[in-house]
C-alpha cells in the first residue's frame, strides 16, 4: 500500500526529471512566516494560523512560490534533487517538501493558489465552496472556523480535529469529534472535505486507498497533491 507522501514523491521524481530540473543548480529556500504574513487579518483567533498553532512554510524556486502548514516550520536551502531525498518520516522536513512540491507545480503551471489568502479571503472561499455543494451530509476533517460556519447553515455536518481542545466544544450547533473518528465520517458524509494540511502532517497515509470520488481537499497544501496525485482540491486564492 503506498503511502500518500511516497506517492507524491514518486511523482514529483518523474516530472523533475521529465523538465530537466533535477541536476539543475535550483536554489530552494523554505522561509516561516510570522501569522500577519500569512493570514493578515481574518477577523477571528479561531484559526490555526491566527494563534499560531500552525505555521506556513513558503518555498521560492525560481520566483515561483509554495506554501505548505506545518506544525513543525522548518528552514532548508538546497538543490531539487536534495529535496526529493528528504527524510519524510521527520515533520519538519516532510513540511519543507510539500512547500517545494508545491512551488515546483506552480513554477511548470500545473496548477494556480498555491499562496495562502489573507484578510477575508478565508470566509470568501468558505462561502463559494459550500453554495457549489450538492449533498446532503458533509464531513469537514480539520476544524476551520470559516467553513464550518458555512457549511452548517446549508447541510447535516459532522467535524473531526486533531486540536484536543477543540474536540468536545459545540460551534455553529455541530460537536467537534476526534481525528481517530475521520474514517467513520468519510463513510457516513455525500461529500469529505478534508485540509490539505494532511498531506504535510502525515495523518491521513491512507487517503489513496479511500474513495476519491467523494473526497476535496481544502487550502493550499494540496496545491501538488492535486496536480500531480489528482486528487480534487477547493482553493480560490488568486496568490
Known sequence: MTRLVEALRERLREVVTSHGLMDKEVVVRAEVLS?????????????????????????????????AYTGCPRSFTGTLRDVLNLDLSDLGQRGVFVAVS??????????????????????????????SLHANRVALIGYQPAMLR??????????????????????EGVAIEPHSNNEELIEWADVALITSSVV???????????????????????????ALLGIKRWCISRL
Not at 508545491?102 to 499562496?115: E, M
Not at 458555512?150 to 460551534?171: H, K, Y
Open 102 to 131: 508545491n512551488a515546483v507545480v506552480r513554477r511548470l503551471g500545473l496548477t494556480q493558489s498555491t499562496i495562502h489568502c489573507r484578510d477575508q479571503g478565508p470566509w470568501r472561499c468558505a462561502e463559494e465552496l459550500a453554495s
Open 35 to 67: 501569522p500577519e504574513q500569512a493570514i493578515g487579518n481574518p477577523g477571528s483567533d479561531e484559526f490555526p494560523l491566527a494563534r499560531g498553532v500552525e505555521r506556513l512554510v513558503e518555498a521560492n524556486l525560481e520566483g515561483y512560490k509554495g506554501q
Open 200 to 226: 504535510a502532517n502525515g495523518t491521513m497515509e491512507n487517503l489513496l486507498q479511500l474513495d476519491l470520488s467523494r473526497i476535496v481537499l481544502y487550502g493550499v497544501t494540496g496545491a501538488s497533491a492535486e
Open 150 to 171: 458555512a457549511l452548517a447553515r446549508r447541510f447535516e455536518v459532522r467535524v473531526t480535529d486533531m486540536n484536543p481542545r477543540n474536540v468536545g466544544r459545540v460551534v
